[in-house]
């Protein structure tokens, strides 16, 4: 009943910056907060950034103060803006939406490389 949608993902050089999209579709009306992992091979999934259905935000350390999380909660869209991207920020990056359970997108690969 809920899909999720990435976009935005794609290659980018170090220092460079890039926004990912992702947009919710289906019959629930609203989540209690909507964010962003990624992964790498090898490496657990790791949280991002979440933005709540009131507007509250929450990063983690290793991105805080480079990344940016917005939504827009008519278009049922969450965003990220990822500034002064590093060699370490290449991995496939994940959307989820939570109402009670998460949702997840499938995914959108970015690669940060000279």
């Known amino acids: 009943q809920v899909q999720l949608v990435e976009s935005g993902g794609g290659l980018v050089q170090p220092g460079g910056s890039l926004r990912l999209s992702c947009a919710a579709s289906?019959?629930?009306?609203?989540?209690?907060?909507m964010g962003w992992y990624r992964q790498t091979p090898g490496k657990e999934r790791e949280f991002l950034a979440a933005i709540t259905s009131g507007g509250g935000t929450t990063y983690a350390d290793s991105v805080k103060g480079r990344f940016t999380v917005s939504g827009d909660n008519a278009k049922r869209t969450v965003y990220l803006q990822m500034n002064s991207l590093k060699h370490e920020d290449t991995a496939v990056y994940y959307c989820y939406a939570h109402l009670g359970q998460f949702y997840w997108g499938p995914g959108t690969q970015v690669t940060v490389s000279s």
């Open positions: 289906g019959s629930i009306l609203g989540f209690n907060a």
